[in-house]
C-alpha cells in the first residue's frame, strides 16, 4: 500500500468508532435486539412503531436489568458510532438500527478500507459487523 492509499484519519475513524462500541458484549446485544424489536421488546402500536420511531430506552434498560444511567450512555455510545437513531417521544427517548449505516460499515469492511493494521483486523470486524446486520 503506498502513501496516497492509506485511509485517511477519517475514515479510519468512521471505522473504528463502530467496532469499539460494538466490543462491549451489551451494546452488541442490544444492536441484535434492535434488528427485530417486535420479537425483543413490549410493542404498543398505538404510541410508537418500533421499526420507524424505535424501542423506548426504558423497556431497554429493563430488557438489560442495568441501570438507566448505564442504558444512556451505552445508547449513546452506539449512537456516536452510527448504529442507532434517536428521536424523542415526549420525555422518553426511543432508539432504532441505523440500517444504511449498519450497511455502509459492512461494505467498507468487506472492500478492505481501513485494513491497514493488517488482513486479521478487517476479516474480525467485518464477522463482528456481521453479526448484527
Same mark, same amino acid.
Not at 58 to 65: D, E, M, R, V
Not at 75 to 102: C, F, N, P, Q
Given at each position: 500500500?503506498?502513501?496516497?492509499?492509506?485511509?485517511?484519519?477519517?475514515?479510519?475513524?468512521?471505522?473504528?468508532?463502530?467496532?469499539?462500541?460494538?466490543?462491549?458484549?451489551?451494546?452488541?446485544?442490544?444492536?441484535? +435486539?434492535?434488528?427485530?424489536?417486535?420479537?425483543?421488546?413490549?410493542?404498543?402500536?398505538?404510541?410508537?412503531?418500533?421499526?420507524?420511531?424505535?424501542?423506548?430506552?426504558?423497556?431497554?434498560?429493563?430488557?438489560?436489568?442495568?441501570?438507566?444511567?448505564?442504558?444512556?450512555?451505552?445508547?449513546?455510545?452506539?449512537?456516536?458510532?452510527?448504529?442507532?437513531?434517536?428521536?424523542?417521544?415526549?420525555? +422518553?427517548?426511543?432508539?432504532?438500527?441505523?440500517?444504511?449505516?449498519?450497511? +455502509?460499515?459492512?461494505?467498507?469492511?468487506?472492500?478492505?478500507?481501513?485494513?491497514?493494521?493488517?488482513?486479521?483486523?478487517?476479516?474480525?470486524?467485518?464477522?463482528?459487523?456481521?453479526?448484527?446486520?
Amino acid at each position: 500500500m503506498t502513501t496516497h492509499d492509506m485511509p485517511t484519519t477519517g475514515d479510519l475513524t468512521a471505522l473504528l468508532e463502530p467496532l469499539k462500541a460494538l466490543a462491549n458484549p451489551v451494546r452488541l446485544q442490544v444492536l441484535q +435486539w434492535l434488528r427485530d424489536p417486535e420479537d425483543h421488546f413490549p410493542v404498543n402500536p398505538e404510541v410508537t412503531d418500533p421499526r420507524r420511531v424505535g424501542v423506548c430506552v426504558s423497556h431497554i434498560q429493563a430488557k438489560t436489568g442495568l441501570a438507566q444511567s448505564t442504558v444512556s450512555a451505552y445508547m449513546a455510545t452506539l449512537e456516536r458510532a452510527g448504529l442507532v437513531r434517536s428521536t424523542r417521544v415526549g420525555k +422518553w427517548t426511543h432508539y432504532r438500527r441505523d440500517e444504511e449505516h449498519i450497511a +455502509w460499515l459492512v461494505e467498507e469492511l468487506r472492500g478492505g478500507v481501513g485494513s491497514a493494521g493488517g488482513a486479521g483486523d478487517t476479516a474480525e470486524g467485518l464477522d463482528l459487523l456481521e453479526t448484527v446486520s
